[in-house]
Every structure is written in structure tokens, then in C-alpha cells.
């Protein structure tokens, strides 16, 4: 199975900061990757396909960068509403695997 | 708009099986695998198999086979997904999700296992 390393686990920031974070497969999936964020009780929402296309309706403060085993997901000026989790999500073969999680929250 | 809703929270005892349904809507049924995924409290998901709901063919993951079924009934729109042998491990949010991009998935249905 293709495993899939986020980092950092956690962060806290303030709004309006630049924030990223990374995603790291343990094998080279192309760009067969995709971002989701999460609010608790919420099912997940996709950001991001294609490593870096933004899913219609996301605000163009979310970007998405990579290909291969390394990719980035930046926000560009944290928003209140972007609290919760954000997970990376392999579909490059199966079992599709996710990454652990990012839990942003604020200062 | 396209949507996937599921059934609802389920209770079950520990041995039992419990079936999950998600029903489509807003696309044409047929042309795009369906994928469950498992949630347990405080975790990140799990995958845990994919149906196709032309021919109704599946993969299942390595960790679910023998105990998970997937099916499908083409005239409701509907995919199900059936766990047996629950055991309190099993007590998680069960969540469908459209094609292998993901990107429309149901509002989740919380099953507890308990005695």
C-alpha cells in the first residue's frame, strides 16, 4: 500500500497568515492526488484534483503544488471558516489511501 | 446538483451485520464507481472498497474481505454496503463517495456497535 505522510500533524496560526502543508508518498503516484478539508461532523470537501486544479466554488486563497512523491497544499491568507482537518488523498491505485491529517486552528 | 445520501445511524450488538445504503441523484447511476470509506471516532479514513454500479463487479481492501459486501440496485440508484461480524472496533462513520476523483460524497451514517 502507497503511504502518505502529512506534515505538520497540527498548526496554529492567525488570520490572515500563509500556511502550507505537505504530503509525502511512499512511491511516485504522478499528480494522482487530491486535498480535502474536514469540519467535525462534516463529511470531507475537496479542494483540490490533479495535484493543483481547484475544485470549482474554492476560494483562490487554496493552491495545490507537486507531482511524483511530493506535493503542497497553501493557503494564502487563513480565513476563520478554515478551521478543522486537512487530509491528502492518493487515488494514483488501489487501496486509495489518505494522508494522517493536518489539524489547523487558531491562535 | 448532483448529490449521495445515506441511510441512517445505526445501533447494532456485537456479532450482528449492518447494511449502509447511499442513493444517487442529479448524474447517470451507472458511470461512476462508488467507494465507501470507514471514519472511526477520532480518526482519518480508511478505505475500504469500491463497487462498479454497471456490472456490479468490486474490489474490496485486503482488511475488509470476508466481511464487507458491496451491491448495487440500478432501478433505485442506490449502492449498499453490508459489514458482518461487527465487533465495537467496527463503531465508526461510514461514509460513499463518487469516482475515483472523490469528489461528491454522502453526509456519513454513524454506526455503534454495543452490547
Known amino acids: 500500500d502507497i503511504q502518505m505522510t502529512q506534515s505538520p500533524s497540527s498548526l496554529s496560526a492567525s488570520v490572515g497568515d500563509r500556511i502550507s502543508i505537505t504530503c509525502r508518498a511512499s512511491q511516485g503516484i504522478r499528480n494522482d492526488l487530491a486535498w480535502f478539508h474536514q469540519k467535525p461532523g462534516e463529511a470531507p470537501k475537496r479542494l483540490i484534483y490533479g495535484a493543483s486544479t481547484l475544485e470549482s466554488g474554492v476560494p483562490s486563497r487554496f493552491s495545490g503544488s507537486g507531482s511524483g512523491t511530493d506535493f503542497t497544499l497553501t493557503i494564502s491568507s487563513l480565513q476563520p471558516e478554515d478551521s478543522g482537518i486537512y487530509y491528502c488523498l492518493q487515488r494514483y491505485t488501489y487501496p486509495y489511501t489518505f494522508g494522517q491529517g493536518t489539524n489547523v486552528e487558531f491562535k | 446538483q448532483v448529490q449521495l445520501v445515506q441511510s441512517g445511524a445505526e445501533v447494532k450488538k456485537p456479532g450482528a451485520s449492518v447494511k449502509v445504503s447511499c442513493k444517487a441523484s442529479g448524474y447517470r447511476f451507472i458511470t461512476y464507481y462508488m467507494y465507501w470509506w470507514r471514519q472511526a471516532p477520532g480518526q482519518g479514513l480508511e478505505w475500504m472498497g469500491v463497487?462498479?454500479?454497471?456490472?456490479?463487479?468490486?474490489t474490496y481492501a485486503q482488511k475488509w474481505k470476508g466481511r464487507v459486501t458491496m451491491t448495487r440496485d440500478t432501478s433505485t440508484s442506490t449502492v449498499y454496503m453490508e459489514l458482518s461480524s461487527l465487533t465495537s472496533e467496527d463503531t465508526a462513520v461510514y461514509y460513499c463517495?463518487?469516482?475515483?476523483?472523490?469528489?461528491?460524497w454522502g453526509q456519513g451514517t454513524t454506526v455503534t456497535v454495543s452490547s
Open positions: 463517495a463518487r469516482g475515483s476523483d472523490q469528489d461528491v
Open positions: 463497487i462498479n454500479p454497471s456490472g456490479g463487479s468490486t
